[in-house]
């Protein structure tokens, strides 16, 4: 019962230029969304929400986009730095919260 | 700022040994959770406390595994008799309450069961 998924296991991009992570659920129950970075050896560490009755949220670099309809969710990171490397997972709730299989990304300097 | 604390950050133990994994939330944190780590695999939910007492739990939190806030800053995960299959990364996590507040996560207690 996967009720978040993560589609892209790896993502790399260039130093500077916007990442993209996405995200999809199956549960319209869900009222909040989070994401959620991790790096080795260190627990998850929270970045960004959003709750179901917005679309957008945006915090300095980060910006999570809540598609209700397509049941998507995507963050945005502009511009990247190799500091963004790191697991990033996404994570929806309404009674506990499900997470996705995490994204690594990877930012080239 | 405040952060959950977890301890050991790494325990080996035999199959059918108890461990006990340790926990300190956020202070004033209200909900607290264990959830752990299959190595390659997705996080997964196992049981969510409020109110002294166990609020909701997953298929995974059977009978072996038992939760308990003995003071008023600790909160442990028991497992009594482990499995080979119960090694993993278990992450304690607090939130301070209701809707819209986030789930803040220790760094993780590695256990490794032989």
């Known amino acids: 019962d996967q009720q978040v998924k993560q589609n892209s296991p790896s993502l790399s991009v260039q130093e500077g230029r916007i990442s993209i992570l996405n995200c999809d659920y199956t549960n319209s129950m869900f009222d909040y969304f989070l994401w959620y970075k991790k790096y080795p050896a260190e627990g998850p560490t929270f970045l960004i929400s959003i709750s179901s009755i917005k679309d957008k949220n945006e915090d300095g670099r980060f910006t999570v986009f809540l598609n209700k309809s397509a049941k998507h969710l995507s963050l945005h990171i502009v511009p990247s730095q190799p500091g963004d490397s790191a697991v990033y997972f996404c994570a929806a709730s309404y009674n506990q919260f499900y997470f996705g299989t995490g994204t690594s990304l990877t930012v080239i300097p | 700022e405040p952060e959950v604390t977890q301890t050991p950050s790494h325990q080996v133990t035999q199959m059918g040994q108890e461990v006990i994994l340790r926990c300190v939330p956020i202070?004033?944190?209200?909900?607290f959770y264990w959830y752990r780590q299959i190595l390659g695999q997705k996080v997964e939910f196992l049981v969510s406390?409020?109110?002294?007492?166990?609020?909701?739990k997953s298929e995974i939190f059977d009978d072996q595994f038992s939760v308990e806030r003995p003071d008023g800053s600790n909160f442990t995960l028991k497992i009594r008799s482990t499995k080979l299959e119960d090694s993993a990364m278990y992450f304690c996590?607090?939130?301070?309450?209701?809707?819209?507040?986030?789930?803040?996560f220790g760094n993780g207690t590695r256990l490794t069961v032989t």
């Open positions: 406390f409020y109110n002294n007492e166990i609020s909701e």
């Open positions: 202070s004033n944190h209200l909900y």
């Open positions: 996590a607090s939130r301070e309450t209701g809707f819209g507040s986030p789930l803040h």
